[in-house]
């Protein structure tokens, strides 16, 4: 007994059926429009993926500032942690620095010390 197969069509299959015998009965001038307007397409594809996709050149960009916001930040927050690590160290061994502090921030003075002030104008 024979088998049986069944042929299931596309529903595009018509209109690729169509477009094909139209390229391939039409002169060269059709021909040409459609390839060229079939590149335009894939260009303006090319295109539009690039302006907005994920791998797009504005977020390509706008990571890369981000970056370099972030590697600023970076450095600045170093810098905080290197001069509190020079504070830390003065305040444990440098007897000069904590009376400078005191003397300075706190406005201390020595017992039976006179401390003269100019007002400015």
């Given at each position: 007994?024979?088998?049986?197969?069944?042929?299931?069509?596309?529903?595009?299959?018509?209109?690729?059926?169509?477009?094909?015998?139209?390229?391939?009965?039409?002169?060269?001038?059709?021909?040409?429009?459609?390839?060229?307007?079939?590149?335009?397409?894939?260009?303006?594809?090319?295109?539009?993926?690039?302006?907005?996709?994920?791998?797009?050149?504005?977020?390509?960009?706008?990571?890369?500032?981000?970056?370099?916001?972030?590697?600023?930040?970076?450095?600045q927050?170093?810098?905080?942690?290197?001069d509190?690590?020079?504070?830390?160290?003065?305040?444990?061994?440098?007897?000069?620095?904590?009376?400078?502090?005191?003397?300075?921030?706190?406005?201390?003075?020595?017992?039976?010390?006179?401390?003269?002030?100019?007002?400015?104008?």
């Amino acid at each position: 007994m024979p088998r049986r197969v069944s042929k299931n069509k596309s529903i595009f299959t018509p209109i690729a059926d169509n477009f094909l015998k139209k390229i391939s009965t039409s002169d060269k001038r059709v021909r040409r429009k459609i390839i060229k307007y079939g590149f335009w397409l894939v260009g303006l594809f090319f295109v539009y993926s690039m302006v907005s996709s994920t791998y797009g050149i504005k977020r390509i960009v706008t990571l890369q500032l981000e970056k370099n916001t972030l590697i600023d930040i970076n450095r600045q927050e170093y810098v905080k942690l290197v001069d509190g690590q020079q504070i830390k160290n003065l305040l444990l061994h440098d007897d000069d620095y904590i009376e400078y502090i005191a003397r300075t921030r706190y406005h201390m003075v020595f017992p039976g010390e006179t401390i003269y002030r100019y007002q400015g104008q």
